[in-house]
């Protein structure tokens, strides 16, 4: 059945293109003979789209080798990369010499030589002498004469560190290795694989034929993955918990034994848990929840000091206590640590759910969808890959769950967004597949669990329109309190733009004209509601008729070149001549959004908003009767509203009511285009651009202070509300926390709490102020980056606050970097997810990682791969009209120096994670006014410098740590959570 594999590997990277022979033969070859023999020949790469980047081609088809990898090992965590998939496979690096033929060779002349005849290199063995690949000889695959930087720009085997030369090898021992799992007798992903594998060559996937070559048949038919996968059970609705008081000394006693192994707790985290113990007790007033407001510095252990009360809590009372993050990470740290409390993993599994937006999960409606023929070319052969995954995953979440985040960029997220349920087109108990559906199962299992892992969005997302007033949180934990405020302004505003509106004329009509797939309107989801009550079908058949003013596909088109076609894209028109009429910024230069204030508006504006009004009042009308015939027909319901249609008569009645909150604040909006100022928000018109495209129009409305709505559907309802970070008060004092949490609009005041990190920074980290590097000058900017990071030998986090400088400095440093054996990844550049981006920077520690704002607080990387954080100038607050409203009504300059300390206070919070981690934090301005050097931890050393001084300080790195301070330096352990 096996065969050997004949198929050449290809590896790309910044520093050179290697192939190689299924004969272990080892060439470098250009650019153009890398994409010839790719379109010839089958090769085996790994990350085709990165490969395809580095080479300068756009379309670059093979096997790659992880698209095997997710097929053989489906739900299973790799670090897509050479060391990654090595490590996973348990492969190790070669002990003899690889042998290198050069460029020079040409293509047709490559196989069938003798190495006698060939230009040959040995790769220098540098396992055990500690020496690198030094800085090469600037060709590309510089594996001579190592300089001598050793742990720097040198590579070390024992890292697991593999030379560019070798990967070639790697690829086609991975591919081995795989292939010869399809055939181990206990391969534990065996289940479905033959199936798979025949609908994947049906669709051309190009390891179908020999995967299949080395798959045997099974015996008798597998079960399929709508078989496979376990229906969930109803429960009864969980009782209202019961009044109980936590006693301090049993709040310790369980903090300690989650801290265990006999571990001494530290103070800080023993204040911490009593004061999170305090939004535990019964509440004194309707309307007063217990909320405590708790900064704690980095290195306190808040995790564990509020999950020891909280699960005390959700123990005695019977209740559950969400917990909400910001960041993906801390989720994961959050399921680790709540391991603790429950070590058996079947009460595990009961009492710790983790929930996220539906948009997370995968849809198997959708999925069936796909695989039955709704997705066409690579988007069908990923909808079969994700199938194998949806069979083997713990809980179904296609972002941020066990399917790897790099599968989707492999296509180029082509389909992968159409299989999750993203626009509420959900047919709830109407789905063959409800009973066994990723999303309902969570939402059932939260209903019992103790402790609910979930994120801001979701927390306000619930509150606001969730579907079961029963089990809405009533006790809650915001970690990562400081980006409430960001939370709330997204999910609170609202967009009148062209894309929102064809969004809702879909939902409205369904598929029109060519489009494919299983997307139905409103008339065909609720068909059977339509027959029985006649008010109810023609209110469907008049939103139907109302949602043809809405812009359909082409809108963008017609606007911007001047034949709009309806009430809404006339609007959208009129706004697109005002904004550029009246644009100050200049941007439109640059090719990138531009706004402007909704005051004053011509003509043209005021009759389109007139007419736009009509077209929405017509839409909301039936949509509101329809939305009251459904609540008729729930409460004195027919004889055919089974258990089944009744969730689905509620589910349409949830997803309509948000469409109906939609199209008011719509229209609430139009009225203030051309009515009087409403205090309370802050409206402006724009043009989102990308590299000179418009992408969208329209009409935005954000809160002035979005905690308002928050305060009042969130903090208001609830028993208890713990809001702490290790940045709370955000460059400010407890007023600011007050009002970037909420709490200011509380009638009952917070407490508040507050611990320093244990952390000695003074021995741990230095800040380094730049001050030669002139703004604007984008040569030096990249200058200062090369240099910087070379001098750390990687290890290095670069933080922009704009894409165009980040991409201009990663062209001109990265082939450099490359070729001293320091891979630099970027942001924005990379075709790879940023989620992977920084699984990638984790796991090599010369690698570097250049991002914008997701990594200046979602990055949590302890140890040595993080030793340099590299900030390109002070973070000014993009001076928008939104800004500039929140500047005036919050104290002016002050503001700003508040929201400045707070992005300086959390990028340098990336790079101590640990009481063992040490680095430098270099900030590149020459002008950094002294008043926001406060962002940084007390004691941490402070310098200006030149450039050429700051490379010598992380050449010269950081005395060790000597001064933990004496409470924490005999339990600031390895493994002890931060
Ligand atoms: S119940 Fe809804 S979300 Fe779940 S699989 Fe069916 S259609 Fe998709």
Request: hydrophobic share 40%.
């Amino acid at each position: 059945m096996q065969s050997p594999l004949t198929f050449p590997a290809l590896h790309a990277s910044h520093a050179g293109i290697w192939m190689a022979t299924p004969d272990g033969q080892v060439r470098t070859v250009g650019k153009g003979d890398a994409v010839g023999r790719a379109a010839e020949t089958p090769m085996v790469m790994l990350n085709a789209p990165l490969v395809a980047q580095r080479l300068g081609y756009a379309e670059l088809s093979g096997l790659d080798v992880l698209e095997l990898f997710a097929f053989v090992h489906p739900a299973r965590f790799v670090v897509p990369t050479a060391k990654g998939l090595a490590n996973v496979l348990g492969i190790t690096p070669r002990q003899q010499p690889v042998t290198v033929i050069n460029s020079s060779v040409t293509l047709n002349s490559f196989q069938g030589l003798s190495p006698s005849t060939l230009e040959t290199k040995t790769l220098k063995q540098v396992q055990g002498d500690g020496s690198g690949n030094g800085d090469g000889d600037g060709g590309g695959n510089g594996t001579e004469d190592g300089d001598g930087n050793g742990d720097g720009g040198g590579v070390n085997r024992n890292a697991g560190v593999w030379n560019d030369e070798e990967v070639p090898h790697l690829l086609l021992s991975a591919t081995e290795k795989l292939l010869a799992t399809l055939a181990d007798p206990v391969w534990p992903e065996r289940e479905g694989a033959w199936d798979s594998a025949q609908a994947l060559m049906r669709v051309r996937w190009p390891w179908a034929n020999i995967v299949l070559r080395h798959l045997a048949k099974p015996e008798k038919p597998e079960r399929w993955l709508f078989a496979r996968l376990p229906e969930w059970e109803e429960t009864a609705p969980r009782t209202p918990p019961r009044v109980v008081t936590l006693n301090p000394d049993a709040v310790q006693a369980q903090l300690a034994s989650l801290v265990g192994n006999g571990a001494e707790t530290r103070q800080g985290q023993r204040d911490f848990a009593q004061a999170a113990a305090r939004i535990f007790a019964p509440r004194a007033r309707k309307g007063e929840p217990n909320m405590v407001l708790a900064e704690a510095g980095t290195g306190i252990g808040k995790t564990l000091g509020y999950l020891a009360p909280a699960s005390l809590w959700a123990r005695n009372a019977d209740g559950a206590v969400w917990i909400s993050t910001f960041t993906k990470a801390l989720q994961r740290q959050l399921v680790r640590e709540a391991r603790r409390i429950y070590p058996d993993p079947e009460s595990f599994k009961q009492k710790v759910v983790v929930r996220k937006g539906r948009e997370n999960y995968l849809c198997l409606l959708n999925l069936e969808d796909a695989l039955q023929g709704g997705f066409a070319g690579r988007a069908a052969t990923l909808a079969h890959l994700v199938a194998r995954w949806a069979a083997y995953s713990s809980d179904g979440d296609m972002i941020g769950g066990d399917l790897p985040g790099w599968l989707p960029t492999l296509f180029r997220r082509n389909g992968s967004t159409a299989l999750t349920d993203r626009r509420g087109e959900c047919i709830y108990a109407g789905c063959p597949h409800y009973k066994k559906c990723f999303i309902e199962r969570a939402a059932r299992a939260s209903v019992q669990a103790d402790i609910v892992i979930a994120n801001h969005a979701l927390m306000m997302v619930n509150a606001a329109r969730g579907r079961d007033e029963v089990s809405r949180p009533t006790r809650i934990i915001f970690d990562e309190g400081h980006h409430l405020f960001d939370a709330a302004d997204s999910m609170f505003a609202a967009a009148l733009t062209g894309q929102e509106t064809v969004e809702m004329r879909r939902w409205v009509i369904g598929p029109e004209g060519k489009a494919r797939g299983r997307r139905r309107g409103l008339a065909a989801r609720l068909a059977d509601v339509a027959s029985y009550d006649e008010e109810g079908g023609l209110a469907i058949e008049m939103a139907r008729i109302a949602a043809e003013a809405l812009p359909g596909d082409g809108w963008l088109g017609r606007v911007a070149e001047g034949v709009p076609s309806g009430p809404v894209e006339r609007l959208l028109h009129a706004i697109r001549t005002m904004v550029f009429a009246r644009d100050e910024s200049n941007l439109a230069e640059s090719g990138y959004g531009l706004e402007t204030e909704l005051a004053d508006p011509p003509p043209a504006v005021v009759d389109a908003v007139a007419d736009t009004q009509v077209a929405l009042e017509a839409l909301a009308r039936p949509l509101t009767l329809l939305g009251t015939r459904l609540e008729a027909m729930i409460a004195d319901p027919p004889d055919w509203l089974d258990g089944g249609a009744r969730a689905r008569v509620e589910g349409a009645m949830a997803s309509l009511g948000w469409r109906i909150d939609t199209v008011r604040a719509w229209i609430s909006m139009l009225a203030r285009a051309v009515g009087p100022v409403d205090a309370d928000f802050v409206d402006w018109l724009a043009i989102d651009r990308f590299e000179g495209r418009d992408m969208d129009i329209g009409m935005h409305r954000h809160w002035l202070d979005p905690m308002k709505p928050v305060a009042e559907i969130v903090l208001k309802p609830s028993h208890g509300v713990l809001a702490t970070s290790a940045t709370l008060r955000s460059g400010g004092d407890w007023p600011n926390a007050e009002a970037r949490t909420g709490a200011v609009h509380l009638d009952h005041p917070a407490e508040h709490f507050s611990a320093t990190s244990p952390f000695d920074y003074a021995a741990q980290a230095e800040v380094l102020i730049v001050t030669d590097i002139k703004r604007g000058d984008m040569a030096a900017l990249a200058g200062a980056y090369a240099a910087l990071i070379g001098a750390s030998g990687g290890g290095a986090l670069g933080l922009f606050t704009a894409i165009r400088r980040l991409r201009s400095t990663y062209a001109r440093i990265a082939d450099r970097l490359a070729r001293d054996g320091l891979p630099l990844y970027a942001q924005h550049i990379d075709p790879i997810d940023t989620g992977t981006l920084v699984d990638i920077f984790r796991d090599d520690p010369h690698a570097s990682l250049l991002g914008t704002d997701a990594l200046r607080d979602g990055v949590d990387v302890p140890g040595a791969s993080l030793r340099l954080v590299v900030m390109e100038q002070v973070p000014w607050p993009r001076p928008d009209i939104l800004h500039r409203a929140r500047r005036l009504s919050y104290g002016g300059t002050d503001y700003d120096d508040r929201i400045i300390r707070a992005k300086l206070a959390q990028a340098f919070g990336r790079l101590i994670r640990s009481a063992g981690d040490k680095g430098h934090f270099v900030l590149l301005s020459s002008a950094v006014p002294s008043r926001l050097l406060t962002a940084f931890p007390a004691g941490t050393s402070i310098r200006r410098v030149t450039l050429e001084q700051a490379v010598a300080a992380i050449k010269s790195g950081l005395s060790p740590v000597t001064n933990i301070r004496q409470d924490d330096a005999n339990t600031l352990q390895e493994g002890n959570p931060i």
